[in-house]
């Protein structure tokens, strides 16, 4: 199954290995080619920044204010008021009881989720890396086709299934399914992270009389600690983001924070609050940003990694 | 193998994994297969008129939101490629010039972190027929300018390309950047001794060399066309009318809206067999790129 290797290069290490000779560059005289690159790239930048730009600031606003229409004024009065009516009192169908509702949906939905989806597959990733396992090229290709299928052709299936286990609608339910969806890509990048590790050191290993388990939690697991955290952060970002299995499988009782605020954003009737909705998107927005700027480097390398998910 | 529990416990630990795959994608997808064939339509139903099998097929067919949807599945694959060209000339000025790299990298790819439902927002209030980008546009003197774009079925589907341009064109700069940082910088230098002119450089030597990141980028465009749905849902929702109609959205449209079984296997059938075209490129490419470094090496 090399040739699953090769794509996984394609994808992933492509950015994770960043090669270029690095030269001291020499103090050079800025040139008018580099001044109108550097233009080009600012407004770029600033393309890039604009819808940022305005759901902050329509976030601090009076409706007052965005009533007049000046949508890429700074805020007259900036007022917290809209970000506590998203918090407490946002409207998502029936229920008023603000965002704050879907946010800890989405908390208590990413911890098991987390915890499945990388138990699973590290496990099933390391069997099919170090062990001689019987099928264990077919089953490869197998699941990497089935990181691309797409979700609809599934989905019918499984929500009767998740019907069936009574899981359907809460916590659990979206959790399983986050888990099962992610389970093909996170194996791949688990197993191709796990075939480079010398065979001499397996061999010594299971001469020493290691099991299988013994093995994978004294030396397999404290060396996994590099993909382990860009996983870990691939697979934060993207369940917190993740609105359709949530409206599929939370029911009413285990919406997540998407789901929320897609509901609050799409309504229809009565007066929209502009200012309600951009805080909204904020306070779903916030977390993955959170991450994306502490450790941006690490969930670039997750995101290609994990491309193939889409 | 000196210890007995060695060779059951990798066996064991493939199960769960194993029925996952087998359950979970395979059986399901086979499933759905089934279902399409049948006339189910809130509940499933297990008979399949042998006489009159594709008949689910042939309503998908002849429904027009259906055939919006695949004319859109086009028109935001064509329109998304934008990400990829934008994402190269960013890549290559920022690979050329290195100032401020690092700055520019965090800038371009911060909307992959967020939400589309959150880029939904962001663009669905830009947009907006009243208060929005219009507006401002307009009492600059502008008056002639239409910005309400996702109120008329016509532009809608520009709106929605926009933003997914927006949220997507960052990544294809990181992988373009790396693809550009793997080229051996002595290309560059012996460029300028021969004197090749830099739009020729690029167009007749760079990215020809880098042809194989450029498929990835379009294969990897290709299926996030396909499954383009929460995007719609948080700046159209299908409309105008079904103006903004793609398959994924079509497909669960039918299913918890209309809930019409039946129909909406036949129309995720398609959608699997869209993705099947898409994937077949995927395969040959890595056999290609396996043999081409099988001979290198």
Not at chain 1, 179 to 204: C, G, H, W
């Given at each position: ?125 390391y069997a099919l890396a170090l062990w001689n396992v019987k099928w264990a090229g077919p089953f490869l290709f197998v699941l990497f086709i089935c990181a691309f299928v797409p979700f609809q052709i599934i989905m019918f299936p499984l929500i009767s299934m998740t019907a069936t286990l009574k899981v359907y609608g809460s916590i659990w339910g979206v959790a399983i399914i986050h888990a099962v969806l992610a389970m093909p890509v996170l ?57 359709l299995i949530g409206v599929t499988f939370g029911g009413l009782g285990a919406q997540p924070m998407t789901v929320n605020l897609a509901n609050l954003i799409t309504i229809s009737t009565g007066t929209v609050r502009y200012n309600d909705n951009m805080a909204a998107a904020l306070l779903t927005a916030i977390p993955p940003l959170v991450i994306y700027f502490f450790v941006g480097k690490l969930f670039v390398q997750g995101i290609t ?6 | ?297």
């Amino acid at each position: 199954m090399t040739d699953l290797t090769a794509t996984q290069k394609a994808l992933g290490a492509e950015v994770a290995v960043r090669s270029a000779p690095y030269f001291p560059r020499k103090k050079k005289a800025i040139t008018g080619r580099s001044i109108a690159v550097l233009a080009f790239l600012a407004i770029c930048a600033l393309f890039f920044c604009i819808p940022l730009y305005v759901v902050i600031t329509t976030s601090f606003k009076t409706m007052d204010q965005i009533r007049e229409g000046a949508m890429f004024a700074l805020p007259n009065v900036w007022t917290l008021e809209a970000w506590d009516h998203a918090w407490n009192t946002a409207c998502s169908g029936t229920r008023c009881e603000g965002l704050k509702v879907g946010f800890w949906n989405s908390v208590s939905i990413l911890i098991p989720s987390l915890v499945l989806s990388i138990g699973l597959s590290i496990v099933t990733g390391y069997a099919l890396a170090l062990w001689n396992v019987k099928w264990a090229g077919p089953f490869l290709f197998v699941l990497f086709i089935c990181a691309f299928v797409p979700f609809q052709i599934i989905m019918f299936p499984l929500i009767s299934m998740t019907a069936t286990l009574k899981v359907y609608g809460s916590i659990w339910g979206v959790a399983i399914i986050h888990a099962v969806l992610a389970m093909p890509v996170l194996t791949l990048i688990f197993r191709n992270y796990y075939k480079d590790i010398p065979q001499e050191i397996m061999s010594a290993a299971v001469m020493d009389s290691g099991s299988f388990w013994k093995i994978f939690f004294e030396i397999i697991l404290p060396m996994s600690g590099n993909i382990l955290i860009v996983v870990l952060i691939l697979q934060i970002t993207s369940i917190w983001n993740d609105y359709l299995i949530g409206v599929t499988f939370g029911g009413l009782g285990a919406q997540p924070m998407t789901v929320n605020l897609a509901n609050l954003i799409t309504i229809s009737t009565g007066t929209v609050r502009y200012n309600d909705n951009m805080a909204a998107a904020l306070l779903t927005a916030i977390p993955p940003l959170v991450i994306y700027f502490f450790v941006g480097k690490l969930f670039v390398q997750g995101i290609t990694a994990g491309a193939i998910k889409g | 193998m000196t210890f007995r529990w060695s060779r059951w416990s990798p066996q064991l630990a493939l199960m769960p994994a194993g029925l996952v795959t087998l359950v979970a994608f395979i059986g399901a997808i086979l499933w759905t297969i089934y279902l399409s064939l049948t006339r189910s339509r809130r509940l499933p139903e297990y008979e399949i008129d042998w006489t009159d099998w594709g008949r689910q097929y042939e309503r998908l067919f002849k429904d027009d939101a259906w055939m919006i949807s695949l004319q859109n599945l086009i028109v935001l694959g064509l329109g998304s490629a934008l990400a990829i060209v934008f994402g190269f000339i960013l890549a290559a000025m920022i690979d050329r010039e290195k100032r401020g790299e690092s700055l520019f990298r965090t800038v371009f790819l911060y909307p992959l972190a967020i939400s589309l439902i959150v880029t939904g927002a962001a663009w669905r209030w830009i947009f907006n027929p009243e208060l929005g980008a219009e507006h401002f546009i307009h009492s600059i003197g502008l008056t002639w300018v239409n910005a309400s774009w996702l109120a008329r079925p016509e532009t809608a589907m520009y709106g929605v390309i926009l933003a997914s341009v927006w949220q997507s064109a960052g990544f294809y700069m990181a992988l373009m950047l790396a693809g550009l940082k793997s080229i051996n910088s002595e290309i560059w230098s012996a460029a300028r001794l021969d004197g090749v002119g830099l739009f020729k450089l690029y167009t007749e030597i760079i990215i020809p060399m880098m042809k194989f990141t450029f498929i990835t980028c379009a294969i990897l465009l290709s299926l996030g066309v396909i499954k383009a749905y929460d995007v719609i849902v948080a700046m159209t929702n299908g409309g105008p009318g079904q103006s903004t109609y793609v398959p994924a959205y079509f497909t669960i449209q039918a299913l918890s809206a209309k809930g019409n079984l039946g129909f909406a296997s036949a129309a995720a059938v398609v959608m699997l067999l869209i993705t099947a075209v898409i994937f077949l490129p995927l395969v040959l490419l890595t056999a290609w790129q396996q043999r081409r470094s099988g001979a290198r090496g």
